[in-house]
């Protein structure tokens, strides 16, 4: 494979980008800051198919990176592949407001073919390749130039081991017919609204203080001030107010503004400061979280008690047992919230539905409703049908009574 010298100018840019998109496939990657910042700083993109391989700098003077993006974003024919994407894809959503399309997870595909749930990137290569990456300068400050040799080498090797790993894990997938397994899930990687904060939305991503519709609505309005005020001063949200003083506010709220001194997690000087005169308007202006906007409860059927929370301990046995035998990550198959849905009788649920039924679902959906055991076989826990227990069971005696 052809490694190419760090790319700082439009024309080289372009040159490759136009041989790259003749390519099946490129292998992805990006190296960003953001520990200071609101929006995530673009220091370096990484990007290789299986003849060349190079590292494109994003801060060199003058570059154009429409070539890179319009690859990226408006190609349809070079699939693009990612490890734990989430973070490169919104970066790029960030600029252009698309996601990469077609996109592939490896990280997500191990699901389908491995009980790995969330393997890491010196994992997978380990796994695939036998090669131990040098983690060494994972954690460099990648906005500082000139980048080392080291940093560019250690950079392009997380997409040359990927362009490798791809057709190996997509030949499994062929192989075991597990690709429509990960359908949605490669859907949600490339759905661009689960990139771009909406501030009215973000109170979601907190933890609620209950269902009180006035502390809600509080908590909704301070949220969404809180992200109005960390993208307009482009640092991380948690260094305006973290969550855990927001809710306390929005369950608490202080009187007057003097008292936000008082408030665990807010330094003195909130007392009299601008910041503090606005949160305490935010406060005086909340109104109660409107009926519409509360959020749903998880569906149940009965009260779960003490038999059905033994249910739901022997439906998360089962779904060991099973991810088990198909080497497949459980978390792919169900969540331990739906398996008490379950349990407590709901039926409206993903893994009563399609390819999570035919693999789960259905074994899942018969021990609740007394269909299915567990048993011991050769000293391995294994499931077993009630009606093939009986009739074995029946054959059993035929045969003794037979031999008697």
């Excluded at 980008?17 to 700083?41: G, H, I, K």
């Excluded at 399609?354 to 899942?364: L, M, N, P, T, V």
């Amino acid at each position: 494979m052809k490694i190419h010298d760090l790319i700082t100018t439009s024309d080289a840019l372009a040159d490759l980008c136009e041989r790259l998109s003749q390519s099946e496939f490129v292998a992805v990657d990006t190296e960003f800051m953001r520990e200071n910042t609101y929006w995530p700083e673009l220091c370096l993109v990484q990007i290789a198919n299986t003849e060349e391989a190079a590292a494109i700098d994003p801060l060199a003077n003058g570059i154009d990176l429409k070539p890179l993006l319009d690859l990226l974003t408006d190609n349809d024919e070079v699939l693009k592949v990612f490890h734990a994407g989430g973070q490169d894809v919104e970066i790029i959503v960030n600029m252009t407001g698309k996601t990469p399309q077609p996109v592939f997870d490896t990280q997500i595909a191990m699901m389908a073919i491995s009980q790995s749930e969330q393997i890491g990137y010196a994992n997978l290569v380990d796994h695939w390749l036998g090669i131990q990456i040098d983690k060494g300068a994972r954690f460099t400050d990648w906005s500082r130039r000139p980048l080392t040799d080291r940093q560019i080498e250690y950079a392009i090797g997380d997409v040359t081991h990927l362009s490798k790993i791809f057709p190996k894990i997509l030949k499994k997938l062929i192989k075991t017919d597990r690709g429509n397994w990960l359908d949605a899930e490669m859907e949600k990687l490339a759905d661009a609204s689960n990139y771009i904060t909406d501030p009215s939305q973000s109170w979601k991503k907190i933890r609620q203080p209950g269902r009180n519709p006035q502390i809600l609505g509080r908590l909704k309005d301070l949220a969404a001030w809180r992200e109005g005020e960390a993208q307009h001063k482009d640092i991380p949200r948690g260094r305006i107010m973290r969550d855990e003083t927001l809710a306390d506010i929005a369950s608490h709220p202080p009187k007057k503004q003097q008292d936000l001194a008082k408030v665990r997690g807010l330094s003195g000087a909130w007392r009299d400061n601008d910041i503090g005169k606005r949160l305490m308007k935010v406060i005086a202006d909340a109104e109660p979280l409107p009926m519409s906007e509360m959020p749903e409860k998880m569906k149940r059927g009965a009260p779960l008690g003490k038999e059905g929370a033994l249910v739901a301990d022997l439906l998360k046995l089962l779904l060991k047992i099973r991810a088990r035998e198909i080497d497949v990550a459980a978390r792919l198959l169900t969540r331990a919230d739906e398996m008490e849905a379950l349990a407590a009788g709901v039926r409206d649920l993903k893994v009563l539905q399609g390819w999570r039924y035919d693999i789960f679902g259905k074994d899942a959906l018969e021990l609740v409703e007394g269909r299915l055991a567990f048993a011991v076989k050769s000293g391995k826990l294994v499931m077993t049908h009630i009606d093939d227990m009986q009739a074995s069971m029946e054959e059993a005696q035929e045969v003794d009574e037979a031999a008697s």
